[in-house]
């Protein structure tokens, strides 16, 4: 028994099991996240949908729809061999540049946002494909510029640049929290191909001084900065969000409240359903369902890692980088998500990934799995052909 637990846990870990043609655990804990957010994002939008249109379960259905469009997204990108992404990672990059200026023309605003194309039952914010297709320009660039980029300082400039304008149409929305992340994707991705250190410093201090000016130049963006300090100092003003949200995650203590039964999200916590989904599963789930939830995403990430990392061992480069920058935005939009509910961090408006109502997260996200699935699939059958060149 405990042999047969043994080599299935081994199956588990290890970087390529041979004994199926994709990888397994990836599907289930991607399943299992939908499925989370499913329940969870019915039971908190409960309140908000009956106000707003005497629905209970119109976010419900309407997330219900966004789900199954993820599978089948998934279903059909898994189908994309990894030499279409890097032959056509420009289109990709001026079509992600082409949407984020067209939602400046033609958005539609939300708070002061404009975020959002309105595509008939579903609104696409292409903040969530430039992530994606960042990632996989990025991947390219850093292939084919890869000496050049580990022997020459001056070298990072060009994805400074790229950086620079994907960052400043967003601000123009405005979505700090986005441009965050893909700072941050872009310092990861120079690490892990190996960059040089005077690269990272130069590329930090510039961040740290421009988020700083950002944050000094906006009223809104300084009182977000120091209300999540102490939000209970004006808890019905800028600390408002916040300190519901804390008050959610106090109230679930251990064990929660149980399903259906947060108080907070009955109009005490704006945006429960999206971006503060994770305050309602403290709420009725407690420590415990948080933790399940954080257990769930970091497993993930950890797989995404390890595609990663057989990719680079086989000398596969895009797809290495490109599999390492899927992980880094799994586990960097989770954390900053659930920092901001918990009062860690700043509020930004970040989704918990393939938990979080929405449609455009949801269905990009899918297809970042997708291309995860495609690339262990595609390393599982070369270590086959290997093996039989061998034989």
């Known amino acids: 028994m405990w042999e047969k637990i043994k080599t299935e846990w081994g199956n588990w870990v290890n970087i390529t099991p041979n004994n199926a043609l994709y990888d397994r655990a990836l599907i289930w804990l991607f399943l299992g996240l939908l499925t989370v957010g499913f329940v969870m994002v019915t039971s908190a ?13 119109e976010f419900a259905i309407k997330d219900g729809f966004y789900v199954i469009t993820s599978i089948c997204a998934c279903l059909f990108f898994v189908q994309i061999p990894m030499e279409k992404w890097e032959k056509y990672n420009i289109l990709l990059f001026f079509f992600a540049v082409a949407c984020l200026v067209a939602v400046l023309i033609i958005g539609k605003e939300v708070n002061g946002s404009k975020r959002w194309i309105p595509f008939g039952v579903m609104n696409f914010q292409p903040a969530e494909l430039a992530k994606l297709a960042i990632i996989c ?19 990072f400039f060009r994805p400074l640049l790229i950086l620079l304008i994907f960052g400043g149409l967003l601000l123009q929305q405005p979505d700090m929290g986005s441009s965050f992340v893909l700072f941050v994707l872009t310092f990861a991705m120079l690490f892990v191909m190996g960059a040089k250190l005077m690269q990272f410093l130069v590329l930090g201090t510039g961040a740290i001084i421009g988020f700083a000016i950002l944050v000094l130049m906006s009223e809104y963006r300084l009182k977000r900065m120091t209300s999540f300090m102490d939000p209970f100092a004006d808890a019905y003003g800028s600390g408002f ?18 399903l259906g039964n947060s108080i ?5 916590l704006p945006e429960a359903h999206t971006d503060f989904v994770m305050a309602v599963i403290g709420e009725e789930f407690g420590f415990v369902g948080i933790l399940f939830v954080i257990t769930l995403l970091v497993l993930l990430s950890l797989r995404a890692l390890k595609i990663s990392r057989e990719s680079l061992i086989m000398e596969e480069r895009f797809k290495g980088f490109f599999a390492f920058g899927i992980a880094m935005w799994i586990f960097l939009q989770g954390f900053v998500n659930l920092g901001v509910a918990s009062g860690l961090l700043p509020t930004k408006g970040l989704t918990f990934p393939l938990v979080s109502y929405g449609g455009s997260s949801l269905v990009i996200m899918s297809i970042a799995i997708a291309i995860l699935l495609r690339i262990d699939h595609e390393n599982r059958l070369e270590r086959v052909g290997h093996a039989h060149i061998k034989e």
């Open 45 to 57: 939008s409960i309140p908000v949908s009956t106000r707003l249109n005497d629905a209970p379960f």
């Open 137 to 155: 320009y990025f991947s390219s660039f850093y292939v084919r510029k890869f000496d050049e980029m580990r022997t020459q300082s001056w070298s």
């Open 241 to 258: 969000q916040l300190s519901n949200s804390q008050m959610a995650f106090g109230q679930g203590e251990f064990w929660g409240q149980g």
């Open 264 to 268: 907070q999200k009955l109009e005490y």
